[in-house]
RNA sequence: GCCGGGAUAGCUCAGUGGUAGAGCAGCUCACUCGUAAUGAGCAGGCCGCGGGUUCAAGUCCCGCUCCCGGCUCCA
């Protein structure tokens, strides 16, 4: 007995059929283009194959290959075709997980022999087989005892563990070809609709990210639905590593890492030094003016501070071994907020002077695992615009508003124009995620395959209420929390209502991260997105109920008694060092004017224009203009090569005309294929006054 | 720390067991030049460090240091 259904289209069609209805079919009927370009169907809102079949009522839309839900179908797809090439090729190889991520996929694998780069290549070829022989994906769900015993015979242990996880009755086996794998779908109709792929690096990982677990091989790819998108990624890649930050330092003469001074340590040469003296100026002008106060701090401190803070406890993997002076200890400083403290502490504290806040561009020194240094990035040692706000728990809220704006304004400075901003909360119930910061994302983030702390510790989950994600999934976590409950939930709300007030209308969705606040309260991030789109953490705004407790800090209210104090940790642009990286990424090493070590390359044509050289470079010094004179023996034309190689933002040529008329003749950076750029002859003057604006 | 790949002149890199190379940069000399490289010459090396195999090691083997791609962690 076939029973009539009734589909409702995207558009608000509404079909009528005889049931159950194939989806591949149905897409089929109504247009030939549509089914050519629909790589999966959502039914009632959810993702689902075309080879589905659809049995009730339901609304359809299909995904066609321009949609965003249909990226990470490809790559994923990608993934199940790499792995098929992969066990052709190493037969006896055991499959570990094959997930889309942000600009690709991987698989990892246990491949008995080593996988190499060159390897990696026949596994394309084998890709580009499996591609051309076009098999369909299809899957049945199968009953979790007999997905188990399946992938026992296929001699595959990491797929039965996973399976073994898996509530009953969800297991689902998908097979393309000869190939089948445990997955949760969707996939593409077939191999075939897979057009541009390309296999990027190997690498070890740890089974499920956990390094007590065997380390499998790790092969990276991306895929894209045509061949021209993945060409324009891979156009994308190669810029990326022109301006990396570890090329352009040695090639701009910014800053070095030796072998002598050890790793993760950064030697500032005088150019990189110097623009970090000019952030560092505009940094210092714009606390004093928003009512900072500026302190310094020693860089190292008794063990005794560091116990107090509790450092010493929960900190110490983190830091160097004590070093030892007349018989005591003492500590290299992993961070300054406790020499902030104590000069909050030399004073009863009233109320009339709260909030206080002491900035300081403070060096620490922290002990990071080898394998994880990464130039400027992450480094052992490294300056962080760092301050500290003590104040009244009534002005936390403006405060963090404050400390959010303030963030944002001086990014933008550095031309940063987009932002990723994430509350990271806490353990405890909050409804600062009911409070409009995009609960679908949030929702997504809980029960997809997305990213953030649900996925991290390996949740799969369909989790509505905040406080049942806990209760669920971190109930080890509930006690490691400081501070009270309803201390969390009064920050956490604070914080979503600045999110409101200050992010929001400026057209940015939070990002919410359950518990990912740090053990001492909340906190919010503030990540940047460079000039390539790629995203960078620089801002850190957090809560701390710990120390204050520790410290035993307090003020003396109206009333003439005691008062809990709350205290805000925050930098702005991280550290320099990792801060100068990403700058030196921005902008590929072309530092705009006010950052510019070096801002104008006086270009003398021949000898005799030498003085006239000087001359002009005397009165653009006196007008705190950065200027050099190139003196040596070379043509005019290498002279403004190597000033275009040095990224100087202004070239000044003197030649008979300019020394005879007393003017300059100036030519902007990359000038060459923009005769716009080249500007005729101006006097001095003129040209200082460009500098002024 | 772990898996994999590396380290040769200041820089970028070639060198498959038989006398260490190139380009650029540097130095010297000549050229005095109009919008992205003038020419010639000279100099430059514990081939990352230590051990081993060999008649012979930059090259093969072992250990270490550091770098790169990841895992993990974070400013």
Redo the contacts with the bound molecule.
């Keep these: 007995m076939s029973k009539t259904i009734k589909i409702t289209l995207k558009n608000g069609d509404v079909i009528e059929k005889d049931g159950p209805v194939k989806l591949s079919q149905l897409c089929q009927e109504i247009g030939k283009k549509l089914f050519e370009a629909a790589v999966a169907a959502k039914i009632n809102g959810k993702l689902i194959d075309l080879s589905s079949v659809l049995e009730e009522d339901a609304t359809v839309e299909f995904i066609t290959f321009d949609k965003p839900e249909a990226l990470p179908i490809f790559r994923h797809s990608a993934a199940h075709i790499m792995a098929q090439a992969v066990k052709r090729l190493f037969p006896g190889t055991k499959l570990g997980i094959g997930p889309a991520i942000e600009n690709g996929f991987y698989y990892d694998f246990d491949t008995q022999g ?4 060159d390897q990696i290549e026949k596994v394309e070829a084998e890709m580009k087989k499996i591609v051309e022989a076009d098999y369909p994906f299809s899957f049945k769900k199968e009953r979790k005892d007999l997905a188990i015993k399946h992938f026992q015979d296929q001699n595959e242990p990491f797929k039965e563990e996973l399976i073994r996880e898996l509530p009953e009755g969800t297991a689902r086996i998908y097979t393309q070809g000869e190939f089948s794998d445990l997955c949760r779908g969707p996939h593409l109709p077939s191999t075939g609709k897979l057009k541009g792929v390309k296999l990027l ?6 089974w499920r ?3 007590k677990n065997p ?1 499998l ?2 092969v ?1 790819g991306t895929a894209f639905p045509t061949k021209k998108e993945l060409d324009d990624y891979l156009k994308k890649l190669e810029e990326a590593a022109k301006r ?1 930050h ?2 352009l330092g ?2 701009l003469d910014l800053f070095s ?1 030796q ?1 002598l001074t ?3 340590l950064i030697l500032w040469h005088p150019k990189g030094a110097l623009i970090r003296k000019i952030v560092e100026d505009y940094w210092r002008d714009e606390h004093l003016k928003r009512g900072y106060d500026l302190v310094y701090t020693p860089h190292i401190a008794r063990v005794d501070l560091w116990k107090t803070s509790g450092h010493w406890d929960f900190y110490k993997e ?1 830091m160097y071994s004590p070093i030892e002076v007349e018989e005591q200890e003492f500590m290299l400083k992993p961070m300054n907020c406790p020499f902030h403290i104590l000069i909050f502490k030399t004073k009863r504290r009233s109320y009339r002077e709260l909030p206080i806040r002491y900035g300081e561009l403070g060096t620490v020194y ?1 002990y ?8 400027l ?4 040692g ?1 300056t ?1 615009d760092d301050a500290h706000i003590f104040c009244a728990p009534e002005q936390l809220e403006q405060e963090m508003e404050s400390c959010v704006r303030f963030a944002l304004d001086l990014l933008k400075r550095f031309e940063f124009h987009e932002f990723v901003i994430t509350l990271s909360t806490g353990p405890h119930p909050s409804k600062a995620w009911e409070m409009g910061l995009n609960p679908e994302e949030l929702h997504q983030k809980l029960i997809g395959e997305t990213s953030g702390s649900a996925r ?1 510790e390996g949740a799969v989950s369909r989790v509505i209420t905040y406080q049942d994600i806990v209760d669920r999934f971190y109930p080890e976590k509930k006690n490691e929390f400081a501070g009270e409950k309803e201390e969390w939930v009064y920050a956490e709300e604070a914080v979503a209502r600045v999110l409101q007030k200050v992010v929001i209308p400026m057209g940015i969705n939070p990002e919410i991260d359950i518990i990912g606040a ?1 053990f001492y309260g909340p906190k919010i ?1 503030i990540k940047v997105k460079d000039a390539l789109g790629r995203e960078w ?4 705004i ?1 809560f701390d109920f710990n120390l204050p407790r520790r410290f035993d800090l307090n003020y003396i209210g109206p009333d003439g008694k005691e008062h809990k104090l709350y205290m805000v940790h925050r ?1 702005m ?3 320099f ?3 100068f990286g990403c700058l030196i990424e921005h902008y590929a090493g072309d530092f705009p004017l006010w950052l510019a070590p070096v801002q104008v390359k006086i270009i003398p ?4 224009h030498h003085d006239y050289a000087y001359q002009i470079a005397e009165e653009l010094k006196r007008n705190q203009i950065r200027t050099e004179v190139d003196d ?7 002279k ?3 000033a ?2 040095e990224k100087i933002p202004y ?1 000044v ?7 005879k008329n007393k003017t300059v ?1 100036i ?1 902007k ?4 294929s923009d005769l716009r750029l ?1 500007q005729t ?1 101006q006097s001095v003057h003129d040209f200082i006054k460009t500098f002024k604006t």
């Design positions: 080593r996988l190499t780069q690096s190997v690498a070890g990982a740890y990210g956990n390094e380390m091989q790790r990276y990396d570890r090329k040695k090639e890492i072998d050890g790793p993760g983190n922290r990071e695992r080898s394998g994880v240094l990464h130039g990035m992450r480094v052992r490294f962080q991290r740090a991030d953490q620089c801002s850190t957090q930098a642009l991280g550290s060092e990792r801060f044509i021949a000898e005799r040596r023996g070379e043509k005019m034309q290498a403004i090569r190597d275009e190689l070239m040529i003197v030649g008979d005309e300019e020394e003749n030519r950076r990359k000038a060459q080249l002859a």
